[in-house]
């Protein structure tokens, strides 16, 4: 059994392993992509009761991934143990009745109404530790949304709350609706806009605990990838301009200084990258599909950076290094 650190997420009681699990990969991508490369059932089932094994309890999902499968595969662990474990999951990329993403967004109080009860069902369990809303649909007001979201915490469906993507402003209005635990953004060497545009100084300021989600920018910070070749045909990546052309071959020279750096202190770059995430006093999630991945990722908790290392990394990699956009149009 790790000797995980466990840490306070948000200011409402929940405790999680500072380190959680992202299971998004796990399972097939929207459109028919694979999410970063296919998955095999067993070995991320495998990987699941490791992490489990190992103090990492904290499991993320989503209704997006699969859409709906990731939730069944999560559920499929959750048998004899589900009180040990903090799910979380999300809602609010809009999934029809043939579990197809729409491309839309959908806030809308009864649309979460519906997710819950899906996701209940597709997890197999009576309650959801940690639910998100995915992100903010524009066309709803964020308090009808987190409205809606308080009456899953009353009718003892959802124990606590989030947010994902969201700005200051939103964060805070949707506070003031209901305690939010936390709020999930992408933050890593390579994505530091939470620090750019201040939504992690204002979940800092009101007591929001921070999930960092793509710690190791989505598989680039591991050094493994060296060319856009070496995704799969139908790797969701090849589609996020970060991995195009001259972006991919600019932010590689920032991971080859960080593979350096990583090298000298006989660390991979993607234990470098998770632990950096976690010396900024904020939960990581990240993805594997792997038990060797998933066992590297846990050691790099146990990392303590000093200053001086920190400023290191600091100057190879500043804020706003990294080249192209994290999201495609579609999202
Ligand atoms: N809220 C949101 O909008 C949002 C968006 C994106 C993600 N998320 C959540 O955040 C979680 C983590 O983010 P992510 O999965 O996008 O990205 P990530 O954690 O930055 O990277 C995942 C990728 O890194 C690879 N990897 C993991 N450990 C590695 C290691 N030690 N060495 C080499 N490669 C390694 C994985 O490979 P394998 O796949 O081969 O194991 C996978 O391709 C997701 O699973 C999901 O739950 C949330």
Not at 182 to 211: H, K, M
Not at 241 to 264: C, D, I, M, S
Request: proline fraction near 4%; hydrophobic fraction near 40%; include cysteine.
């Amino acid at each position: 059994m790790s000797t995980i650190k466990k840490v306070a997420l948000g200011s409402q009681g929940l405790v999680v392993p500072a380190e959680g699990l992202g299971c998004m990969g796990m399972t097939s991508g929207v459109a028919g992509m694979s999410v970063y490369g296919e998955a095999d059932e067993a070995e991320s089932l495998a990987t699941l009761h490791r992490a489990l094994e190992l103090g990492i309890n904290l499991l993320d999902t989503a209704d997006l991934y699969g859409p709906m499968l990731n939730e069944r595969l999560v559920g499929k662990v959750l048998a004899g143990r589900r009180q040990g474990i903090i799910l979380a999951t999300k809602f609010g990329f809009e999934v029809d009745d043939n579990e197809q993403y729409t491309g839309k967004l959908n806030g809308h109080p009864q649309y979460a109404r519906k997710c819950i009860e899906r996701s209940l069902k597709n997890l197999g369990t009576d309650y959801v530790d940690l639910y998100y809303l995915h992100r903010v649909d524009p066309r709803v007001p964020i308090e009808d949304s987190i409205g809606e979201m308080s009456r899953f915490v009353e009718e003892g469906k959802v124990r606590y709350l989030g947010v994902s993507e969201t700005t200051p402003e939103e964060l805070r209005r949707a506070h003031q609706v209901h305690p939010i635990t936390a709020l999930q953004t992408e933050y890593s060497l390579f994505d530091r806009g939470v620090e750019e545009t201040g939504s992690l100084q204002a979940a800092r300021e009101l007591g929001i605990g921070f999930v960092a989600y793509s710690p190791l920018g989505r598989g680039f910070l591991s050094g493994d990838i060296k060319s856009p070749d070496d995704f799969e045909a139908n790797d969701s990546r090849r589609f996020f301009p970060r991995y195009q052309g001259e972006n991919f071959y600019k932010n590689l020279e920032l991971v080859e200084k960080l593979q350096t750096l990583a090298q000298a202190k006989d660390l991979t770059a993607a234990q470098l990258a998770i632990a950096w995430v976690l010396a900024q006093n904020v939960v990581a999630i990240p993805g594997t599909k792997r038990r060797k991945y998933l066992e590297a990722n846990v050691a790099a908790a146990s990392i303590t950076l000093s200053p001086q290392e920190l400023a290191e990394l600091e100057a190879i990699m500043p804020v706003g290094s990294s080249a192209g956009a994290a999201y495609p149009a579609m999202f």
